[in-house]
């Protein structure tokens, strides 16, 4: 075993038999090790998770996703898989929350739902059933890559025992983990069930994780009905049962479903409050599976699919299908919230609404024909027994057209937002000025010594929507500077070449004659 130093120059390197190309094929081995080693990852995760509940047999690939940031630059990450968990989980929550609070408004809902499925919760819970230690969130880099057993002697390894007795966790190093990636992990192990359909083990992982949820069906006992007047007497159930595509067998949750706090009475106790919260989390998931089921391939990003998602499930996309639908004639409200409904109707009365998105037009929505589209959505899914599909029948057709690939477009504030981050501009919001009614917002964006501004200010008689007028407006600015410094380089390049051609031809002309000569 003993060893010499001999000098290059008297050494030759034997290469037969082995081929180029063998050699050449060890130079993959350290990625398959680390692709076998993110299998064998996931495959320990799954084993924990069966040792405590029997969902169905999840691939190991969807864990293996589920458990992988976009930091790995991997063909694949947890992405697609943490929108559809968020979406399931602020679902499930929302409908337990909604059936054991019933004598709690909307606003104490929202704040529970809050504590419950927070990133700084869900962060604990993650931390609490050992998850970090199977996030995969570094880059891979072959250079990096130790021989299993070469240094086996400069690391310790620490042998944990988790809480199942098949289950060991061998420790390396010491990694730092951001608390959104964790919470993000929780989710995306969420969407995994989901997106093999498998609801029952999503709920059972919830239920594992520390949150107690249940698809048990409680009677609704809200104090909303009525004994003075009939509901009949109140809505004109027959007409919006043609609208709804849905019959209601408890007409008292459609009058709450349309009530407005502003339109209690003596004989109507409640508003659709509540409701809305429901039905905002049911539209929440059944729109986000609808595209994650038509889109959910390699022609379309997580990125994209997540925008497709926010285009539909928006206060304005929402509003102006209540105003297509002509919902705004049955809410029960004062004349204040009437007048604003009136302001919305005069907005868009000379617009086509065929297959126009909130965002795209410049006109104010009242938040009452939002929250309306909700609140009937939440109203469906009580009197139908807890059953989202029933929602999604009656509610997509008053969507329709939902958004398709070829119709999607960013909303402006949105669009601004990521171009600024994207490309390093510094964007300001000016604090909005309120002015006989009507709200003035300026943004300025400056980037390589050009700034741009809308001037003058964007006005509309909301915040929001000045907002986004004003966005529209720097957008368009940004656009059509980029357009022409893109149009002078290829100008310029144009002009090089030609250049470059023509003192060719001369020099190829110059040694043509003297050739000649």
């Not at 938040?367 to 999604?392: C, M, P, R, T």
């Not at 009507?438 to 390589?448: F, L, M, Q, R």
Request: charged share 25%; glycine share 4%; proline share 4%.
């Amino acid at each position: 075993m003993s060893s010499v130093d001999l000098p290059p120059e008297v050494c030759s390197v034997i290469m037969s038999p082995i081929s180029i190309g063998t050699i050449y094929s060890f130079s993959f081995i350290p990625s398959i090790m680390h692709w076998l080693e993110g299998l064998l990852v996931a495959f320990n995760l799954k084993r924990m998770l069966l040792d405590h509940f029997t969902p169905n047999d999840i691939p190991i690939s969807k864990v293996l996703q589920a458990i992988t940031a976009k930091g790995c630059e991997e063909a694949y990450d947890y992405d697609y898989l943490e929108t559809l968990g968020d979406s399931y989980l602020k679902y499930i929550v929302s409908q337990q929350l909604f059936k054991t609070n019933q004598n709690d408004r909307e606003g104490a809902l929202s704040d529970k739902r809050k504590n419950i499925i927070s990133n700084d919760v869900l962060f604990k819970y993650g931390c609490t059933r050992p998850l970090p230690g199977f996030i995969r969130k570094d880059k891979f880099d072959p250079k990096q890559w130790d021989v299993p057993g070469d240094k086996s002697n400069s690391i310790l390894l620490l042998k944990q025992k988790l809480d199942s007795s098949r289950t060991r966790v061998y420790v390396r190093k010491t990694r730092e983990i951001d608390l959104g990636i964790i919470a993000d992990v929780v989710e995306a192990l969420i969407g995994a069930f989901i997106s093999t359909e498998d609801e029952k083990a999503a709920l059972s992982f919830i239920n594992w994780i520390g949150i107690n949820v249940d698809t048990n069906i409680m009677p609704y006992e809200n104090e909303r009905h009525i004994s003075i007047i009939a509901p009949e007497e109140l809505v004109k159930a027959k007409l919006l049962k043609s609208r709804l595509n849905y019959s209601f067998k408890d007409p008292y949750l459609l009058v709450e479903a349309l009530t407005h706090s502003s339109g209690k009475r003596p004989e109507i106790r409640t508003c659709y409050e509540r409701l809305e919260f429901l039905g905002d989390a049911v539209l929440d998931y059944v729109i986000t599976m609808h595209f994650y089921k038509e889109y959910s391939n390699d022609k379309f990003s997580a990125e994209f699919f997540t925008n497709m998602r926010s285009i539909s499930v928006n206060n304005e996309c929402y509003a102006l299908s209540a105003i297509k639908a002509k919902l705004d004639e049955h809410i029960l409200c004062d004349s204040v919230v009437k007048n604003n409904i009136a302001q919305t109707m005069e907005g868009v009365k000379n617009l086509s609404l065929e297959s126009t998105f909130g965002w795209e037009l410049e006109t104010y929505f009242c938040q009452v024909l939002a929250d309306v589209i909700e609140s009937i959505a939440g109203a469906i899914f009580v009197d139908s027994g807890y059953k989202k599909e029933v929602v999604f029948q009656s509610i997509k057709p008053l969507l329709e057209p939902l958004v398709t690939p070829e119709t999607a477009r960013r909303h402006p504030i949105s669009e601004l937002h990521e171009l600024c981050q994207k490309k390093g501009y510094k964007m300001k919001v000016y604090p909005p000025v309120r002015v006989n009614g009507e709200t003035s917002v300026t943004i300025e964006v400056k980037t390589n010594g050009i700034t741009y501004k809308n001037n003058p200010p964007a006005k509309a008689s909301n915040n929001d929507t000045a907002r986004k007028l004003a966005a529209k407006d720097v957008l368009k600015q940004i656009k059509v500077t980029e357009s022409k410094l893109l149009m002078n380089r290829r100008r310029f390049l144009f002009s090089l070449l030609s250049a470059v051609f023509l003192f060719c031809w001369c020099v190829d002309e110059i040694i043509y004659h003297v050739t000649r000569k």
